[in-house]
């Protein structure tokens, strides 16, 4: 298996050296196009996009827009049609579908629409398997870091009850858990909120964010709910498949 | 991920749909029962059979004169081993350590008559205590007094056949006549007195008059015994294909008189233990079949009902080859547990049969089964489930593995 840590700290030693390291997620000319149907589907047209680490970033635009294609390659999911995707200075083009798993597994949590949490597991269960993922983490430690992302997405009480015994917000706590429990540099998160009340959309949001300034993450979802996208420090407008306006705010 | 968190969430998923989880692995487990009690009972009224073949009549081996069983429907009287051929054989037997006993005999056929009417009969001369010992079930079949086992016959006595003995109309006690031809085509005659009946059984031999070997010898005008026939019982039956090789190398040599035969050789009988092999196949094939339809069935089911699970899982960092290990998993489990299950239910089965046993009568042999399944069978009818566990299975795994994440995932 290749050592992503070695290679990282060269990369970035080697980056600095030469003086062009780049952001921690840099796409240059993106092309995506879907070419299953009768005619063929241009889905992203020539985006170019850096992303600085510890961002609040959002996503929005009309449905059919291109933002889970978006969100799909940033978050090695999915490979762009043409153009160059590199996330923490590695090339993500490159590598193979195992070792692309693995580069997910340590640097990208998901959060996902429907919440795919795993029903057979326990919220406890759920929240440790990326941990396992990553192998070779004591027992002790993985304990202790899953039950702080439980103790701070208020979910402590429910550890053991099956994800068909808790409601929507509450899965959604969990699946923010588990996207946070191995500490990635990105979250992706696909219109996290789109299955969920107001309320429980609003907590969601606020979790996020307040996680994500304390473990310095880079946050990145889409919505097409304008009210929701308050809390985005930068804020990607996307249609027909390309960036349309991008807006700088401010932290709230 | 360990190994232990793979089986844990296999298990699980099991559990999810128990009840055809429960259908699929009642449906294995009832494969397992029909080979295992199947088999058993095969097995056992093979070995029945064989024993009652070998063990009343013909013995494990057999050796005569080259050229004899080619012509054996005529049994040649010039075909025979005696003097120093007779006696190389005999050490040669004696210093096998595999070989228990034998007996030597001779066959010849001959004309029986009670005064008044006249039959044609075959006959074995043979040394009561050899006979008794090579083929030990023969005193089994002899109906009437007997004095000990090793002398079920002695001179000037006959054993004859229950079908004879009726056509006409003999008793024990009575006197007959037997003539017969000798090699040189004269004809002598000697009278016996009918010690007891021997009981029809089937296969060669199987309605053979016995007689002692003097008489055999003084009928015959041999001034030395002249053997047709040597039947050989070895210690252990399983040994018998390396004793065969042994002396098949021995009579192959130029100098050499002698031609060797199995029981199976020189039985028609010997086709139905094939047969019962064969059936003994089919049923593990049509078990095979089982296990491959029916675990290809439920992990295809599997997988295509968990595929956004699959995106999910693969998308959060599992590895393809670990997602192939889940499903691998899940499909060997099932056919590890009705496995277990059916090997349990089969050999209780079998048990049960034990406990009443099944006697019937085949072709004039009462057999009377004990049906049992040898470990080493039941390991690897256990190997060959679990391997086509693995195998059927094997197909809908690649496939989960091979899955992209963002086409499952985009799979509600
Ligand atoms: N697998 C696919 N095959 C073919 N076309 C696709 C595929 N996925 C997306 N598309 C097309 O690409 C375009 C962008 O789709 P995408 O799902 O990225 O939009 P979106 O902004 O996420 O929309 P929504 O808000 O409805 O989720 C759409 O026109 C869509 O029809
Ligand atoms: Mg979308």
Redesign the interface.
């Known amino acids: 298996m290749i050592n992503y840590d070695i290679i990282q700290k060269l990369v970035t030693f080697f980056g600095i050296i030469e003086g062009k390291l780049m952001s921690l997620i840099h796409l240059e000319n993106i092309e995506k196009v879907y070419d299953t149907g009768e005619i063929p589907v241009q889905a992203l047209r020539s985006i170019n996009l850096e992303i600085q680490t510890k961002t609040f970033v959002s996503f929005i635009g009309p449905s059919g827009s291109g933002k889970t294609t978006l969100l799909?390659i940033i978050?090695c999911?999915?490979k762009p049609t043409d153009g160059k995707v590199f996330v923490n200075n590695i090339d993500v083009g490159m590598l193979n579908?195992?070792e692309s798993?693995?580069f997910?597994?340590?640097t990208i949590?998901?959060v996902?629409q429907?919440f795919?949490l795993?029903?057979?597991?326990t919220v406890y269960e759920n929240v440790e398997?990326?941990l396992?993922?990553?192998?070779r983490i004591p027992l002790k430690e993985r304990r202790s870091r899953v039950l702080r992302l439980l103790e701070k997405v208020g979910m402590t009480d429910q550890k053991d009850k099956y994800p068909n015994k808790i409601s929507g917000g509450q899965k959604q706590r969990v699946a923010v858990a588990?996207?946070l429990v191995t500490n990635p540099q990105i979250v992706l998160a696909d219109e996290p909120t789109a299955n969920l009340d107001h309320t429980s959309a609003f907590k969601i949001i606020s979790i996020m964010h307040e996680m994500t300034n304390e473990f310095g993450t880079t946050f990145i979802f889409s919505t097409h709910d304008p009210k929701i996208v308050g809390e985005a420090e930068i804020l990607y407008t996307l249609e027909d498949g390309a960036i349309v306006n991008t807006e700088q705010r401010k932290a709230v | 991920m360990k190994m232990r968190n793979l089986i844990i969430i296999a298990f699980r998923n099991l559990f999810r749909n128990k009840r055809r989880t429960i259908l699929t692995s009642s449906l294995i487990a009832f494969g397992v029962v029909l080979v295992v009690v199947f088999g058993g009972l095969a097995i056992s009224f093979k070995s029945q059979m064989i024993g009652i073949l070998t063990n009343t009549a013909m013995g494990d081996l057999q050796i005569h004169r080259k050229g004899y069983v080619e012509s054996i429907d005529n049994q040649p009287l010039h075909l025979t081993l005696s003097g120093t051929e007779l006696a190389d054989v005999e050490k040669m037997l004696n210093g096998m350590p595999e070989v228990a006993s034998y007996s030597p005999r001779i066959k010849f056929g001959a004309m029986i008559s009670n005064y008044a009417q006249t039959s044609n009969i075959r006959l074995s001369a043979v040394y009561p205590e050899m006979e008794n010992r090579t083929v030990s079930e023969l005193i089994k079949r002899i109906k009437g007094q007997i004095t000990s086992p090793d002398e079920f016959l002695k001179p000037g006595e006959i054993l004859v056949p229950e079908n004879l003995m009726k056509g006409l109309s003999l008793k024990i006690g009575d006197e007959i006549v037997l003539v017969a031809t000798n090699k040189d085509g004269s004809v002598n005659a000697v009278t016996l007195r009918i010690a007891a009946v021997m009981e029809n059984v089937f296969g060669p031999s199987g309605k053979d008059g016995y007689i002692h070997i003097q008489d055999g010898q003084t009928l015959l005008r041999m001034d030395q015994p002249e053997i047709v026939e040597i039947a050989v019982h070895l210690q252990k039956f399983d040994r018998l294909n390396g004793v065969f090789e042994q002396l098949m190398k021995e009579s192959d040599q130029p100098e050499s008189s002698i031609e060797v035969h199995t029981w199976e050789q020189l039985s028609p009988f010997s086709s139905i233990t094939r047969i019962v092999d064969l059936l003994i196949l089919v049923v593990k094939f049509i078990l095979i079949s089982i296990v491959l339809v029916s675990i290809l069935n439920i992990m295809t089911m599997s997988v295509y009902e968990r595929i956004s699970e699959i995106g999910t899982i693969a998308a959060i960092g599992t590895p393809p080859s670990r997602i192939l290990s889940l499903f691998l998993i899940e499909g060997f489990a099932i056919g590890l547990l009705s496995t277990f299950g059916g090997i349990v239910i089969g050999i209780g089965t079998l048990s049960l049969m034990n406990l009443t046993r099944i006697d019937f009568t085949f072709g004039q042999m009462d057999i009377s089964l004990a049906p049992g399944i040898p470990a080493g069978e039941v390991f690897w009818i256990a190997v060959i489930v679990m391997f086509v566990s693995l195998f059927a299975g094997f197909h809908p795994a690649y496939k989960a593995s091979k899955m992209e994440p963002v086409d499952a995932l985009g799979h509600v």
Do not use: H, S
Request: charged share 20%.
């Open positions: 799909n978050g999911l999915d579908r195992a798993a693995v997910r597994a340590k949590g998901f996902f429907n795919n795993i029903p057979v597991l398997y990326p396992l993922m990553l192998g588990r996207a």
